[in-house]
């Protein structure tokens, strides 16, 4: 079956644009997780969703990050006014129930540049 | 709060000798454990995972990790290292952060492994 997509793969912006990322999980998966990726480091947690319940945004660095997810499927992360810091590959992963056991799917992730 | 220390940033083999990747993880309740792989362009993949069930986990390309909780340790070992085995390591522990009860992975800062023909 189809595996977690994400989109764009790539993006470029200039500081100060504010960009959206999408995640289409894998269908029926309960758990929605966003990590941020800097390079030679591992992923970083920002937040994640049961169904369309955010249930821990404490990774999310700054209020220009936010996230959703309104119908329990496909979620979207937004920042707004863009700085060069923000520079990184965004990945999110999906899990099939919500539980501490499940293994992660992941998506091929969107690398953001600001310039 | 929960941590993982990968103790390796790099680990260079011959083809067809052992592999040993190193982790340590501190964690204040029942964690679960994953190793996970990265291949290069390619998106993350599940290698193995400890839920407290065998302590001795076999994953995937003859990948095995060991949970030891009085060391808290989770190596991975491979007995013959191959040329596809070339990629990052990621070690990872998920409990439950907090009153919330939220589970929470937490990555280490991966190993690379190279392997020499």
């Known amino acids: 079956g189809a595996g977690v997509s994400q989109s764009p793969r790539y993006k470029v912006t200039k500081r100060g644009q504010d960009v959206a990322l999408r995640c289409d999980p894998i269908?029926?998966?309960?758990?929605l997780y966003w990590y941020r990726q800097a390079l030679g480091q591992g992923p970083e947690f920002l937040t994640y969703?049961?169904?369309?319940?955010?249930?821990?945004k404490s990774g999310l660095p700054n209020d220009r990050f936010s996230a959703e997810r309104p119908e329990g499927s496909i979620s979207t992360l937004t920042i707004q006014r863009t700085e060069q810091r923000d520079s990184a590959m965004y990945r999110c992963?999906?899990?099939?129930?919500?539980?501490?056991?499940?293994?992660?799917?992941f998506g091929p992730g969107t690398r953001l540049t600001v310039l | 709060a929960q941590s993982v220390t990968q103790l390796d940033s790099h680990v260079s083999v011959s083809e067809g000798t052992p592999v040993l990747l190193r982790c340590n993880y501190s964690?204040?309740?029942?964690?679960?454990l994953f190793w996970y792989v990265q291949h290069p362009n390619k998106g993350l993949q599940l290698l193995l995972k400890?839920?407290?069930?065998?302590?001795l986990v076999k994953g995937i390309n003859g990948f095995e990790a060991e949970f030891k909780k009085s060391e808290t340790s989770f190596h991975l070992t491979k007995p013959s290292a191959h040329m596809s085995d070339a990629a990052e390591y990621f070690c990872?522990?998920?409990?439950?952060?907090?009153?919330?009860?939220?589970?929470?992975?937490?990555f280490g800062r991966g190993t690379s492994l190279i392997v020499h023909p």
């Open positions: 992963a999906s899990t099939p129930r919500g539980a501490i056991t499940d293994t992660q799917y």
């Open positions: 269908s029926g998966h309960v758990s």
């Open positions: 969703f049961n169904y369309e319940a955010q249930q821990d």
């Open positions: 964690s204040s309740y029942s964690p679960s």
């Open positions: 400890y839920t407290s069930a065998a302590t």
């Open positions: 990872v522990v998920s409990d439950r952060r907090g009153s919330g009860g939220s589970y929470i992975p937490t």
